[in-house]
């Protein structure tokens, strides 16, 4: 059995910050990418960050220089530091990881965590 499940999420003015979680669990024997996409309201979801086992990142346009994606592989965890936070971030954030595990290797979606940035 494998969990992923994103934390963090919540209410913020503009030009906040928020750290957002999101930890694998169970029997997992390699975490290869962790990424994190965003689905606004009535909008499609979309890539927001990634970030390999060796710490390779990669950004949308929108987000760099104010998001921030790190992993903690002793953890299983992915973090998403976000600041300078602005309206359109408003979201449901998701995170999801390709895990091996003793039967399959597979790409495993968290619950998502709302954020929402509003004066």
């Known amino acids: 059995q494998v969990h992923v499940v994103e934390s963090g999420g919540g209410f913020v003015q503009p030009g906040g910050s928020l750290r957002l979680s999101c930890a694998a669990s169970g029997d997992i024997l390699i975490v290869a990418a962790m990424v994190w996409y965003r689905q606004p309201p009535g909008k499609r979801r979309e890539l927001v960050a990634n970030?390999?086992?060796?710490?390779?990142?990669d950004y949308a346009d929108s987000v760099k220089g104010r998001l921030t994606i790190s992993r903690d592989n002793a953890k299983n965890t992915v973090y998403l530091q976000m600041n300078n936070l602005k309206p359109e971030d408003t979201a449901v954030y998701y995170c999801?990881?390709?895990?091996?595990?003793?039967?399959?290797?597979?790409?495993?979606w968290g619950q998502g965590t709302q954020v929402t940035v509003s004066s």
């Open positions: 999801y990881a390709d895990l091996k595990t003793l039967v399959s290797y597979n790409t495993y």
């Open positions: 970030i390999s086992p060796g710490g390779t990142t």
